[in-house]
């Protein structure tokens, strides 16, 4: 399955969509933006500001987009065809950039990881880039005939060698070249649609185990895969590509002006510019399309219109539409058929046996090419010798109970009582084995949760602790579990469900949280839990001896003495975590435990945020009061870091801070209860800003001692003193 996750803007387009050229990486979460006019720019995609702007003359015009070389750390661009333009992230002007004028015009320039640009001019020649700054002036001869221009180009690496591939047109006829350059061989294959009134509009590599292909759509909406066998020998000197229709697009009866496809795995394209269904009166709409089972995944409508363009790094799609750049994250999750099969829910309540198990055969092909499918039976472990088992007769005063066959075992725990289950169940577990113990395990706790369900008094504890402490079961497999245990307010099994399940819905987790922050202490006391290492560091308010010393070491930016003297409004506050320079946590231990495992659990921010807004005024206040005190804790450390296990990192508590913020922004900054808790946040952010505007000082006074150069002396002692201010 795939999905389009929250959309954002990264930068305004001055004339619209069809003012922007191109879109390419430039390093981690960064891209460099080139635009239609004279500019180039360079944005950081997490936080959708530009690090760098460069503009050329009024008199030039960019005709090439900016690429950025990794292996040097720069950027080129091409203006007025022929010029190039190679700049660094410190240059200001790019006017005093480095500046070479070619023989020829160049088409594009591309570039791999870790490997050298190549520059592909319009005559179809390949050169490295590197060969061109030695003699900008040699001669560039032409690959292809007079008349033919070139209409899509991208690189590869076959072999540990790039390979440029164009596609060029002329008089309606389409031809792919495949040009090495070690050795120096050009192939040159032939489009052929069958249909004369049909025109290729976009094409893509393709990269699958079976080998590359390269992928078009054409204006009738068919999208065709061909197969690229770049190192058959051929006497031919023009080949005809074999191509196969992966996919027909629907509303497509009349030609399309214009389209893009874009691969994202192996199983997922994404199309822009075409209706994602015949109800569909918007033509510029983004579909992710799977092409193994030619079905419609996810869309998006752009009523604005968009250019056409297309691009997509490092999980997110760049679309230029209206007079914005949008970046929209997707994921694409593997698919397969048992996968969408086992997605559909059953209207029939009742819990089937683990015998019945789908014969795929008989689904796909009929019932004549069925083969009998053995039921799956309990496999237990292998029994004793005899001679073993006469010798033992004497030693087993207490025999354990045999256990029972599967299907009576998922019979009889739909009526038995909890302790028999328990002590079947434990039988059970000591003769499962990995082979099929997951499902085996997910019966259980399925049969075992609906009839919690059905009756009221009805909740085998124990025996769904057993369950869970097997770490077969996961959220999806048993999805009932934890409303059960919500419902039963059982602490210590949704902490376990909370450490063990890694796919537990954000809803859910706010549901337990929302439980964690409202149950009382003296309900608390009376559950056993796992509390870990938490003791480790939560020190809660008793009266102790460490209270009579004073804080005054300063690290991780972190110190009282600095809390006292930036003042959110310049009056004196009192903090509620602080007694006589100590910290002492505001809940208690078992809560702290409980709410640990929440900031340890899994979310997307889109999902998690409508969820945290249920949370009253008093819950968040005091959520924010525990975070807070974490946060305070770890800056008491070098490490920024408290030992133990299950304890939540730095960037965790930090995460969870501006959820609860962002959530309920309104109400904190309403709300009087919450002014105490918000002047202490903003204080500690005071602190980190200190602290980091003088790390950056003194990272500017080493840098300019690292770069001092050493003055040679001829006397035999010296002494040299330096001073950083």
């Not at 895969?225 to 629907?250: A, D, F, G, H």
């Not at 690292?706 to 003055?711: A, F, T, V, Y």
């Amino acid at each position: 399955m795939a999905q389009l996750c929250e959309e954002f803007t990264l930068c305004g387009l001055p004339s619209g969509g069809g003012g922007l050229r191109a879109v390419g990486p430039a390093g981690l979460d960064r891209v460099i933006v080139t635009h239609e006019d004279r500019t180039v720019t360079v944005y950081k995609v997490s936080d959708q500001k530009p690090l760098g702007s460069w503009t050329v003359k009024q008199t030039q015009k960019i005709s090439c987009p900016a690429i950025y070389n990794n292996l040097t750390g720069e950027y080129v661009v091409v203006h007025d065809h022929k010029v190039l333009r190679i700049w660094k992230d410190e240059d200001v002007n790019l006017e005093k950039s480095f500046k070479a004028t070619l023989a020829a015009d160049i088409y594009q320039i591309h570039t791999l990881p870790d490997t050298e640009p190549l520059v592909l001019f319009e005559g179809g020649s390949v050169r490295q880039l590197d060969a061109l700054l030695s003699a900008p002036q040699q001669e560039i001869e032409s690959v292809i005939s007079k008349g033919e221009v070139i209409r899509w180009s991208d690189v590869l690496l076959e072999a540990g060698s790039p390979v440029i591939l164009f596609v060029t047109e002329k008089d309606g006829l389409f031809h792919l070249y495949a040009q090495k350059l070690n050795p120096n061989i050009c192939h040159k294959f032939k489009l052929d649609s069958g249909d004369k009134n049909v025109r290729p509009l976009s094409f893509v590599l393709c990269f699958k185990q079976e080998g590359i292909s390269l992928m078009c759509l054409y204006s009738s909406g068919c999208i065709y895969e061909m197969p690229l066998l770049l190192n058959r020998n051929s006497t031919e000197k023009v080949q005809i590509l074999p191509q196969s229709l992966l996919l027909k697009l629907p509303n497509c009866e009349t030609s399309l002006d214009h389209a893009t496809i874009l691969v994202l795995d192996e199983t997922h394209v994404a199309v822009l510019g075409v209706p994602y269904s015949h109800q569909c009166t918007v033509k510029d709409c983004l579909s992710i399309w799977n092409i193994s089972f030619q079905t419609l995944q996810a869309w998006k409508e752009f009523p604005e219109g968009s250019s056409g363009q297309l691009w997509c790094f490092n999980g997110k799609l760049f679309v230029p539409h209206g007079k914005v750049l949008t970046v929209i994250p997707f994921t694409c999750e593997i698919s397969s058929l048992a996968v969408v099969l086992g997605k559909l829910k059953q209207p029939d309540a009742a819990v089937k046996s683990v015998s019945s198990i789908v014969n795929w055969n008989t689904m796909l092909r009929g019932a004549q090419s069925a083969q009998p499918v053995p039921t799956p039976e309990l496999i237990l472990s292998k029994p004793e010798p005899k001679r073993r088992l006469r010798n033992r007769k004497s030693q087993d005063v207490n025999p354990q109970p045999q256990p029972l066959p599967l299907d009576q075992f998922l019979t009889e725990i739909q009526s038995s009582t909890k302790e028999k289950i328990d002590e079947q169940l434990k039988s059970l577990m000591r003769n499962l084995q990995q082979s099929n113990a997951q499902l085996i395990i997910a019966q259980i706790a399925t049969i075992l949760v609906s009839r919690c369900k059905t009756q009221v008094k009805f909740y085998p504890q124990k025996a769904l602790v057993s369950i869970l402490k097997t770490q077969m079961l996961s959220y999806s497999l048993c999805p009932d579990l934890m409303a059960v245990a919500l419902d039963e307010a059982d602490y210590s099994m949704l902490q376990l469900c909370l450490q063990h399940f890694p796919d537990i819905p954000e809803a859910v987790t706010c549901a337990c949280l929302k439980l964690f922050l409202s149950v009382s202490d003296s309900d608390l006391e009376k559950v056993a839990l796992d509390l870990g290492s938490v003791a480790s560091y939560v020190e809660l308010d008793q009266p102790s001896s460490k209270a009579e010393e004073k804080m005054e070491i300063v690290e991780n930016g972190f110190s009282p003495l600095l809390l006292e003297e930036d003042s959110y409004d310049g009056k004196e506050t009192s903090d509620p975590l602080q007694s006589d320079g100590i910290l002492t946590c505001p809940i208690s231990l078992k809560r702290a435990v409980l709410l640990n495992e929440i900031l340890l659990s899994s979310y997307s921010e889109t999902f998690l945020l409508p969820c945290l807004k249920d949370l009253s005024v008093p819950q968040v206040v005091l959520f924010l009061r525990y975070v807070e005190y974490l946060y305070m804790k770890q800056c008491e450390t070098t490490s920024a870091e408290i030992p133990g296990d299950r304890i939540p990192t730095v960037n965790q508590v930090l995460d969870w801070i501006s959820l609860l913020l962002d959530a309920h922004f309104t109400v904190l900054v309403m709300a009087t209860e919450t002014r105490g808790v918000i002047t202490n946040l903003h204080k500690l952010i005071k602190c980190q800003v200190k602290l980091c505007s003088q790390l950056s000082k003194i990272e500017g006074s080493l840098q300019n001692v690292r770069e001092l150069k050493s003055q040679k002396s001829d006397a035999l002692y010296s002494i040299e003193v330096i001073k950083i201010f």
